[in-house]
């Protein structure tokens, strides 16, 4: 079901260069083992273990140049994106029925070669290309309120008529398009009552820096960038399935957006699949945490009984020894020259034993002493 993608051997060199591997593989819908295979098939150096995290602490990594096409080697490779997710067979249905009209040349999504009549968002857009700036990548950058579209400035007014009639095919298909966020930058769309997030971006070629030899040190960027003209769309949410359309040895950007669309409804199939059963491993991970925690207070509320018990058998033995010198007080000779505060002694003495005892032998009383100490009430 999911459509195929031609890469060419640059375009993955640089791609792997730029970016963790585990990150590329997500972008193609494939695993990074696949990725490492593709790489080996096509001759491409890739990363040593741990370069992404010296270049993460700033320390010097260095990039392997990509070596001449060997012969026999192939120049392009065709990845087969893979959903991860099983799909329903009603879903199958449905995304078949997408297909078949996505890829009905009677569909197909032109892109026309004016900005007039565009759509307000392309308008609203637009409009902020008079105040952009380039950030450091040199790809123009366009405040609140605007579509999301990181590009250089020489491709901004591409990257505007792609998503003018992608935009427009959209909303003609039943998926309003809308800006969201803080500052309305996420540019979304609603497909199957889920909002996706999407955009184009513009890739960049790192140069270094020559730095100036008169300095002991140079605390400025070590590279430039500079806009390489290669367009991406790419849907920006998480889920197992290929996100990313880009321009290629043997297609353009403006091509695809029939393609395109397509992966916004497959998108829109898996997210709802993968939240409802995201949603029941929740559920499944708040019973199994409500089980651990009432056997753990069952383990604890067990530990207070034992304890208890032992006290109380503990207490038993010592009221004994109670009731025995309660006699032998009883029957001593000083009794009798001081009977009468003896006697009281010995009243109230064998009532608090008499108390004690009759809680000791009562195993409800003790239950209720060892619930207390647990703070359970």
């Not at 695993?31 to 593709?38: F, G, L, P, R």
């Not at 020489?154 to 039943?174: N, T, V």
């Not at 321009?247 to 898996?270: M, P, S, V, W, Y």
Request: charged residues 30%; proline residues 3%.
């Amino acid at each position: 079901m999911s459509d195929s993608i031609e890469i060419t051997r640059d375009q993955l060199y640089e791609a792997i260069w730029s970016k963790p591997t585990t990150a590329v593989a997500k972008e193609f819908g494939i695993s990074d083992v696949a990725i490492a295979k593709i790489c080996k098939k096509l001759d491409i150096p890739k990363p040593k273990l741990g370069y992404w995290a010296k270049k993460q602490h700033g320390k010097r990594v260095r990039q392997i140049a990509l070596p001449p096409v060997k012969p026999g080697t192939p120049e392009t490779y065709t990845i087969h994106p893979s959903t991860g997710v099983s799909l329903p067979e009603k879903v199958q249905e449905s995304i078949s029925l997408h297909h078949a009209f996505e890829t009905d040349e009677q569909n197909r999504i032109i892109v026309k070669d004016t900005l007039r009549n565009v759509h307000p968002l392309v308008r609203q857009t637009n409009d902020k290309l008079q105040s952009a700036y380039a950030d450091q990548y040199n790809r123009l950058s366009l405040g609140s309120n605007r579509l999301d579209i990181w590009v250089g400035k020489d491709s901004a007014r591409r990257a505007l008529l792609i998503m003018d009639a992608l935009i427009k095919a959209l909303e003609r298909r039943g998926y309003p398009v809308s800006l969201e966020g803080d500052h309305k930058t996420t540019t979304t769309v609603e497909v199957q009552d889920q909002q996706i997030a999407f955009g184009i971006t513009e890739a960049v070629k790192r140069i270094e820096r020559i730095q100036d030899d008169d300095r002991e040190y140079s605390w400025g960027r070590n590279w430039d960038y500079i806009p390489t003209g290669t367009l991406a769309l790419e849907i920006k949410e998480r889920f197992h399935g290929q996100k990313v359309i880009r321009d290629g040895k043997t297609q353009r950007l403006e091509d695809c957006l029939n393609r395109f669309t397509l992966l916004l409804i497959k998108a829109a199939e898996i997210i709802k699949i993968e939240d409802v059963e995201r949603e029941a491993r929740w559920r499944e991970y708040e019973k199994e945490r409500e089980r651990e925690q009432l056997a753990q207070r069952k383990r604890e509320l067990e530990k207070v009984r034992s304890e208890q018990f032992f006290k109380s058998a503990n207490d038993w033995q010592q009221c004994q020894m109670v009731r025995t010198y309660i006699s032998a007080i009883t029957s001593s000779e000083n009794t009798a020259s001081n009977q009468t505060e003896i006697k009281a002694w010995i009243t109230w003495s064998t009532e608090k034993l008499e108390t004690l005892e009759s809680k000791l032998l009562n195993p409800e009383l003790i239950e209720l002493d060892s619930i207390r100490a647990q703070n359970y009430w």
